[in-house]
């Protein structure tokens, strides 16, 4: 199902005033520009795993409702300028990196991630595609193992970004790339 | 349930190109 309500039901629940708000604050900081207040895609995700299982409602609930929100927003994503489309990108692969959703969530944003990954080579979705990737390709062969039948390798153009297509084809076959690839 | 609200920063990002 692609409706988010359907695969994630803490996604659902009404959230107050103040806890949209305090979600506004958070992507505003990651989207600002100095001298206003600033927080980089890894202080965000860093923030947001402690918020994942924290013992206080208030931050469980910010967690979901930012979550919520990014997931919300993919549709709006070709309307945004380049530098910010590839914020969201990061932050966006990122959550899959870090193993900020699970099960049909992560399904979810996997799939977001594909379905950009077949928008044209060049266009804005594409490159928001390889930029998420880039993010969480270190955790590839995890999903190969689970996800049989999606290949993502075969998404990518053979003409580009053909070290990330030699990851992941490492990656299905669970092996480790060479070192010299890491970079 | 009704659809979320779309936060305002969102709002700002998607018309500012």
């Avoid at chain 1, 695969?7 to 604050?25: G, R």
């Avoid at chain 1, 990196?97 to 979705?125: D, I, N, Q």
């Avoid at chain 1, 390709?137 to 580009?160: F, M, T």
Wanted: glycine residues 4%; aromatic residues 14%; proline residues 6%.
């Amino acid at each position: 199902p692609s409706d988010l309500s359907q695969v994630w039901p803490e996604a659902n629940q009404h959230f107050s005033k103040e806890i949209d708000d305090e979600a506004n604050s958070y992507f505003q900081r990651i989207y600002n520009h100095p001298p206003h207040p600033t927080m980089s895609v890894d202080e965000v995700l860093e923030m947001l795993q402690r918020f994942k299982d924290s013992t206080i409602k208030r931050e469980r609930e910010v967690f979901n409702c930012m979550l919520r929100n990014l997931f919300e927003e993919y549709r709006f994503f070709p309307q945004y300028p380049d530098k910010e489309l590839h914020i969201t990108a990061c932050l966006f692969g990122g959550i899959i990196e870090k193993g900020l959703v699970t099960y049909m969530a992560l399904g979810l944003a996997l799939r977001y991630v594909l379905e950009a990954l077949r928008k044209p080579f060049g266009s804005k979705m594409y490159y928001f595609g390889i930029a998420a990737l880039d993010r969480f390709k270190n955790r590839e062969s995890d999903y190969n193992k689970a996800k049989k039948g999606v290949d993502l390798a075969d998404q990518i153009s053979y003409y580009s970004f053909s070290n990330i297509k030699m990851y992941i084809e490492y990656g299905q076959q669970s092996r480790d790339p060479p070192v010299k690839m890491q970079g | 349930p009704s659809a979320p609200r779309r936060l305002p920063i969102f709002n700002r990002i998607s018309v500012s190109e």
